[in-house]
């Protein structure tokens, strides 16, 4: 089984993301074997737009075209490190939790030096999915990047170190129109502090109600994904994403006599969700004392934890699914992708640890309105 150091000293950083339409139509029927562009992607490289791209195999897979080197290896020698059959390290098994299902690569007969992973789709099982894109972290280039693409990644992304994450892009189901809205990279550089919580509930708001019961879901898978970074002290993830999914259809199968989905579920979801709020509330005036205390110290976010800080938060995960009556994440995909920067480490993976306590904050905020 390869070890976390066959990750390697590579040096090139991750291409900036782009953005752009769908591949022309003929692009798409001309790709061999069935598979088209991913219609759903909400970021990162898109086939027919960018050298690398994302495409969905006839058997509902996702292909994500590997990069060139040293970025695509990186990534293959990570999940295929991760999925070894026969993996030992519980670090390793337990994050597989976390990650998109690897199937190995894939290549077509007719372009062999185009290989591909094979992911699971994280979308699959849901009606209409909303899907959203935040890049975690307090740097968007590792550790072996150059001063040029460290300058760069610093201007595009002034606020990523204090704030330790950045929206990508999102698509939010509108129950009204039968229709997505869509957010790109823009959109989310344009978020600061005082706008990010605002800019997050979007993804949460379907023109009806704000779902609150797929905030809690969010916060639940959030939580686990912590908990694995704290006590894990071998992996450094940079440029690292997490994929946020939840069912827009509210309940699956609920149709209107026009053919729509019938918005009522989401009102029945979210009353699953008041009392988490008011718990929410509780626990900022000090009645709950296991739990985080987040406080700004001179406009810098800064997130502290009081004595059984790892116990509170299983706890706080468990009073949220008491309450809510079932596991409200069931209905939730919080996901790890993108693996083109991860190296060894010796020590906990800090940027990554404050983009999720800062991102916990952030949701638990949209939770209270």
């Known amino acids: 089984m390869d070890s976390p150091v066959a990750l390697g000293r590579l040096e090139v950083a991750r291409p900036v993301p782009t953005r ?16 088209v562009p991913l219609s759903h992607q909400v970021a990162g490289h898109k086939y027919g737009v960018d050298k690398v791209g994302i495409l969905q195999h006839p058997d509902g897979t996702v292909l994500k075209q590997l990069q060139p080197p040293p970025r695509g290896p990186r990534e293959m020698q990570f999940y295929s490190m991760v999925y070894a059959e026969d993996c030992c390290d519980q670090c390793l098994t337990d994050l597989r939790q976390h990650l998109p299902t690897y199937y190995g690569t894939w290549t077509s007969p007719d372009t062999p030096t185009d290989s591909y992973l094979k992911l699971e789709d994280v979308t699959r099982r849901f009606q209409k999915p909303c899907i959203m894109d935040v890049k975690i972290g307090q740097k968007s280039y590792d550790p072996f990047a150059s001063q040029e693409k460290r300058d760069q990644q610093i201007k595009k992304y002034p606020l990523m170190e204090e704030m330790g994450f950045l929206l990508l892009g999102m698509r939010v189901y509108k129950t009204g129109s039968d229709s997505f809205d869509t957010y790109d990279q823009h959109y989310g550089r344009g978020l600061g502090k005082e706008t990010v919580r605002e800019g997050l509930s979007k993804f949460f708001y379907n023109s009806d109600v704000l779902r609150k019961d797929a905030v809690t879901g969010s916060i639940l898978k959030v939580q686990k994904i912590l908990e694995w970074f704290e006590g894990q002290s ?31 579920a989401c009102e029945q979801n979210n009353n699953i969700a008041q009392s988490l709020s008011a718990m929410f509330s509780l626990h900022k005036k000090g009645c709950v004392r296991t739990h985080y205390q987040a406080k700004q110290d001179n406009g810098v976010w800064t997130t502290t ?29 919080v996901k790890m992708i993108d693996f083109a920067h991860v190296f060894p480490s010796d020590g906990h993976d800090q940027g990554y640890i404050y983009g999720l306590k800062n991102l916990l904050k952030v949701l638990r905020q949209i939770l209270e309105e």
């Open 20 to 35: 752009g339409a769908c591949s022309p139509e003929r692009e798409q029927s001309a790709h061999l074997n069935g598979c």
């Open 234 to 264: 071998q992996l450094s993830f940079y440029a690292s994403s997490l994929l946020f999914v939840y069912e827009g259809a509210c309940s699956p199968g609920v149709v209107r006599s026009d053919g729509r989905l019938t918005p009522k």
């Open 305 to 333: 934890q009081l004595p059984n800080g790892n116990r509170g938060r299983r706890e706080e995960g468990e009073e949220l699914k008491r309450d809510a009556g079932q596991d409200t994440g069931g209905d939730v995909e």
